[in-house]
């Protein structure tokens, strides 16, 4: 999929970069690149958040591990007094 976007880019890039073309055309695909380069971009943060996800269920899977990482427990904070009636 990346590719395939990728390649679509390149193939906008070519035609607005036509100065043979007229100014209609070259202004209708710079619209598709820019829709293009978005979907792009979604779709490599969408990856991203993926990989880091999925990186960080492996380390919390490691700290599951006794004797590999120290759980330091946080303390309750402290109940707040009730008002007197």
């Known amino acids: 999929m990346v590719r395939e976007l990728r390649q679509n880019l390149a193939r906008c890039r070519k035609v607005i970069l036509d100065e ?3 100014l209609k055309t070259r202004e209708r695909w710079t ?5 293009t380069s978005q979907i792009l971009n979604q779709l490599l943060k ?4 993926r990989d880091w996800e999925k990186r ?5 899977k490691h700290r599951g591990i006794p004797g590999r ?3 330091h427990q ?3 904070e402290p ?5 007197e009636k």
């Open 20 to 22: 043979n073309l007229d």
């Open 31 to 35: 619209q598709l690149y820019n829709n």
């Open 46 to 49: 969408d990856r991203q958040m």
């Open 56 to 60: 960080l269920r492996e380390i919390e």
């Open 69 to 71: 990482t120290v759980r």
């Open 74 to 76: 946080i303390p309750p």
């Open 79 to 83: 109940e707040m007094a009730k008002p």
